[in-house]
């Protein structure tokens, strides 16, 4: 129980202010993306990481009004 409230609040954490991955160039993004698509397994830190990649693309692409991540 107490490993499932700590990944709540890493997550809760993880999704507050500016993503770290706001100043990734487009390129590094799209890398980092492609690898958590094809991911057969992620630890419980990389599950958050490519949760905010995904964000990231779709921040992105709200932004230009196309899909940016592939």
């Known amino acids: 129980m107490r490993i499932l409230t700590g990944l ?3 997550a809760a954490l993880s999704a507050c202010g500016d993503s770290k991955f706001a100043d990734m160039p487009q390129s590094e ?3 980092r ?3 958590c ?3 057969s397994s992620l630890s419980p830190g990389g599950a958050i990481t490519c949760d905010n990649i995904r964000r990231e ?3 992105r692409a709200e932004n230009k009004g196309r ?3 592939y």
Do not use: G, P, T
């Open 8 to 10: 709540i609040c890493i």
């Open 29 to 31: 993004l799209q890398e």
């Open 33 to 35: 993306y492609s690898q």
């Open 37 to 39: 698509e094809n991911a």
């Open 57 to 59: 693309c779709e921040r």
């Open 67 to 69: 899909k940016v991540c």
